[in-house]
């Protein structure tokens, strides 16, 4: 069932990218036999992907140990941003760049999920790049803690529950990102 998780992401990435190349292609005007080709692939993407959701609602075993590798790589990687040395303010901002950032977030997006494939029989550790000024790690930092804060008392019911939960934190963690470096552009 491990393989179930893996192609549910692959499956839904190519869908996500099918998907983009007929809104770009029937943007400009071409509606060929590639774009119909293209519809199809989405047919059959969308046909799996609906499968996958529908054996994760069934699936009750691990949910635990998911979320007690979320838990775990939560508190790994906020003990370790509590260890990492301070940094002179001023020189840490000049030379930290928003890329620092979305590499922590990344790393810990890439944690959660590969915790999510084994179905909590792994649980990787996040690496925090060099050089990260307090403002960069802020932000995974305040996710980590509420990450922390609601799966201390919840459960998960099915796999499904697992799968959304990673899906929408790290959404909401990479808007959260997105947002504030638009925002330090003004």
């Not at 036999?33 to 069934?58: G, S, Y």
């Not at 977030?105 to 690496?127: D, F, H, M, Q």
């Not at 459960?155 to 909401?172: C, P």
Request: proline share 2%.
């Amino acid at each position: 069932m491990n393989d179930n998780v893996l192609a549910y992401f692959q499956t839904s990435k190519d869908l996500a990218n099918k998907l983009s190349e007929v809104n770009r292609l029937r943007q400009h005007g071409l509606l060929s036999h590639e774009v119909r080709l293209l519809d199809v692939q989405i047919a059959h993407a969308t046909r799996r992907v609906d499968e996958l959701v529908e054996i994760f609602t069934w699936e009750t075993q691990d949910t635990d140990l998911i979320r007690s590798a979320f838990l775990e790589i939560a508190k790994n990687t906020l003990k370790n941003l509590r260890k990492m040395p301070e940094y002179d303010m001023d020189a840490a901002a000049i030379s930290a760049t928003p890329t620092l950032g979305l590499l922590l977030i990344e790393n810990t997006s890439n944690a959660l999920r590969k915790a999510l494939i084994s179905k909590g029989r792994y649980v990787p550790s996040v690496e925090l790049p060099q050089g990260l000024a307090s403002w960069c790690y802020q932000l995974v930092e305040n996710f980590l803690q509420t990450l922390f804060r609601q799966l201390q008392q919840a459960t998960f019911d099915n796999l499904l529950e697992a799968v959304t939960y990673f899906e929408k934190s790290t959404l909401l963690l990479k808007l959260q990102y997105e947002t504030q470096e638009k925002t330090k552009r003004f």
